[in-house]
Every structure is written in C-alpha cells, then in structure tokens.
C-alpha cells in the first residue's frame, strides 16, 4: 500500500518514469496481460467519454454520420492498395485461425478502416445524387508497435474516431479540411487544454496513400513532439484502387474525392504529461470524472454532525457538479489530500465543525493549491467561476510552455545545438528536398509538420540544411 501512496520520480528529472508511475498510481490506467496493450480504468475512460461527446456533436453539426464497420479486414483488400499496405504491414496483426481451423485468406486486425469501408462505398455510390457520404466510427485500432510502447503515446491499440468522407469534386473535398481542424483545435484547447501547431506533413511523412496530410503537433514537457489530431486530402487515390465512381451531372463516370481524419486517445497522455505535477494527475475540470472531492474534518465528539453536513453540500453540489464525499475514517484528512492531488482531482472542499458554524468551506484549487473561503450560499457561482478560471490558465501555461520552447535557428549547426541542449521545436527554412529532410533525420530529429500560418514567411529565409532558398518553414524536433 505505501508504494501505491506517492511519486518516487520527479517531472523534471527523470520526465519517462514520472509519467509512468503518474498513470499507475493514480489507477488512470494499469498494464495487462497483452504487452503493450493497457486497459484504461474509470478515470481515463471518462476522459475519452468527453472527447467523444466534444467531438461527435460537432461531426453531426458538419453533416458526419456514425457507422459501424468489422474490425477484421481480409487480406485482399487490405493489399489492395500497394502504398497504403506498406505503410501499415509492419503493424498489422493478423487472424489467422478460427478454433483449430486455418482461415482460406488471412484477416487483418483494424489497423485502420479504408480498405473495408471503400469496398461498401464501391457498392453504394451510383451517382453524384449519392454524394457527398460522411461517415465516421468511433472504434479502437491495432497497430503492433515494436519501438517503446507508451501508454496512450504508443500502444497496441488505441481508441479514436475515423472520419471519412467522399465528394463529387476536389474543391468541395479540400474545403473540408479547415473546418475539421478547427473542430480538433477547439476541443483540445476548450476540453483537454491543450495548445498545438496546425501544419502540412511532408512527403515523407504523410499518410500512406494520401496526397497531403495535416496535423496538430503537441511539445511535451521532455522537450519531444508529438502527433495529435491528424486530417488527410486522399484525393482520388482510394477511389480509383476500390472502383468508387459514379455518374456525374453530365452523366459521365467518374472518380469520387476523399477525406480521412482523426482525434485519438494519445491526447489523453499529452493532457496527462502536460498538466500534471509532482504531486501526480491534474485533470482540466471539464473532462474529469470527480470535479470536486469533499474531505470532511472531524474527532469521534463530532463525527456525526460534520459528516451530516458534508452530504448535504454533496446533494446541494450534485445538481450541477460530479461530486465525491469521501467519508472514510480510517484515512486521515492528510492522507485524504495527497490521496486525491493524485488523482488530479480538480477542487477539494475542506469542512469541519468551525466551516459549519461560519457557513462557509475551504475551497482548493489542484493545479495552484490556492485556498479560498467560500460561503456555503455561494459555491455553485464560486465553482462555475473556478472551472472556467482552470480550464483557461492550464491552456496559458501550456501555450506559454510551447512558446518558450519554440527556438529559430539559420543554419543546420545551430539547429543540432538547440535540439541537443535546448530540445524543444526548431522553426527555419526548408528547401523541400528529400535529401535535407534525410539530413535532419540522420540527427534523430525530423520535420513535425509545415505551419500553415508561418508559411508566408520562407521567401525570406534559406533551408537550415543546404542553405539555398526556402520553400517552406518546417518545425524540426526530437519526436515520439
């Protein structure tokens, strides 16, 4: 039990065996038996409940539908599409038996969705009246990976939604992808309060199959990117592989456009790592499953009276909060504390016989451990105020964070200096040739992404690699 009480490792010193024992300790999550593969307990799974009911609202607003496909895809469609089969087949598990039979054709386990949802859409896309078709799963996916799983960061399997969308032409197609990542950018800032940098991936680095793809990139707090929400333009590519035609306005066949997006629960690690603290978890009060704990204070003389009150301010809060009482008296309001700073509970209410007499409670808040006295009378406009207060200053402290750690560099020696002393993103001047971007990858570092809103800026820089005019600004960074 005393192992399970406390952090052994601090943030800042040892930043990968922090973040695991955070997510252990703090039963957010546990290890099974399937290596690499976790199981998200209660408090994550609320977490990825949010983002679905954050996001899913939104789809439906774009005109996006649920559906549901098999998670077993056969062989022959997934191969289907050469480039898109390389992409994946290091990943990809396969069934191969059913009881003690062998399968004719071996069975792919969801790495992703095209290969089994093109085959439907062949079927039912007749004509341009067919269009345009907005489908999205909510569903997990396996991808085996062999590097260093991570819980949430890198895990057999994950959890996300897939959107994929077909038009009749390619500008109602491109149009699409701007709405889409603002959608992305809003829930991560309004829900997991986190900041990220919206950019063109490049060539090498897109999605397999796709003709360009766009991500949201994350810094986390050992100075290393990571992918976040993702949205791919693939163009024609799937259509023509899968036969997904139809007869236009003038009655002639043609080829329809795609779209593909994504939020995954490797959000719910960047929230983790970027938020919490020595203490443990500090989840942003809008996705927390407990948003207020209630520690009552008393001696055996009082018991009854406090512990009386501390339920009736639970049923007062409830209405509107999610609220826990913890009533156990064989812990003691100390240990209480640490127990739930753990656990990243938002706000703690302190209350003993002498909160009572005055109507009023201690009110902690978990990111700041500001106290605050609060009537009794007040604390539903107090905690309306507290969790918008919360949510805004950790995505502050976030996007100051990113900003702080965004460096420049001019020429390649200057950007090997900062990423080996600094970490962090390198933002400088990309002359878009394979070969520099091979250079950068030699360092162990890579191109994140192109910032869309940083791109104006290359006609006055020179790559960081050979020096000849810029086509683009890249962010060059140390990733997961």
Known sequence: MEEKKGLTAKKSDNFSEWYTQVLLKSDFVDYTSVSGAMAMRPDSYFVWESIQKAVDPKLKELGIHNTAFPMFIPEKLLSKFASHMEGFAPEV????????????????????????MYDSYAKWIRSWRDLPMKLNQWNSVVRWEFKHPTPFIRTREHLWNEGHTVFATEQEAREERDPILQMYLSVLRDYLALPGIVGRKTETEKFAGGV??????????????VQGPAFHFDGQNFSKTFEITFLNREEKKDYAWQNTFAISS??????????GDDKGLVIPPLVARIQIVIVPIFKNENKDKVLAEAQKLKTKLSHKFRVHLDDDDSN??????????L???PFRIEIGERDITANSVVVVRRDTAEKANVRIGGLDDKFDEL?????????????????????RAKD?????????????IVEAGWCGSEECEEKIKAIGAKITN??????SAAKSMTCVVCGNHARHVANVAKSY
Request: charged share 30%; net charge negative.
């Open 332 to 341: 003691s309001p100390g240990w209480k504390y640490n127990y739930w700073e």
């Open 450 to 455: 192109m910032p869309l809103d940083k791109q």
């Open 266 to 275: 490797r959000d719910i690690g960047v929230m983790v790592a970027t938020h």
């Open 343 to 345: 656990r990243g509970v």
């Open 212 to 225: 360009e793809s766009y991500s949201i990139e994350h810094l986390m707090p050992d100075g290393k990117a």
């Open 412 to 424: 390649f020696e200057e950007m090997k200096k900062i990423l080996e002393e600094k970490r962090g």
């Open 93 to 116: 598990a396969w069934v191969t038996k059913a009881g003690s039979t062998d399968l004719e054709e071996r069975l792919a386990v969801r790495p992703t969705s095209e290969a089994i």
């Open 387 to 407: 969790i918008s207060q919360m949510q805004k200053d950790l995505y502050e402290r976030a996007s100051s964070f990113l900003e702080a750690n965004t460096h």
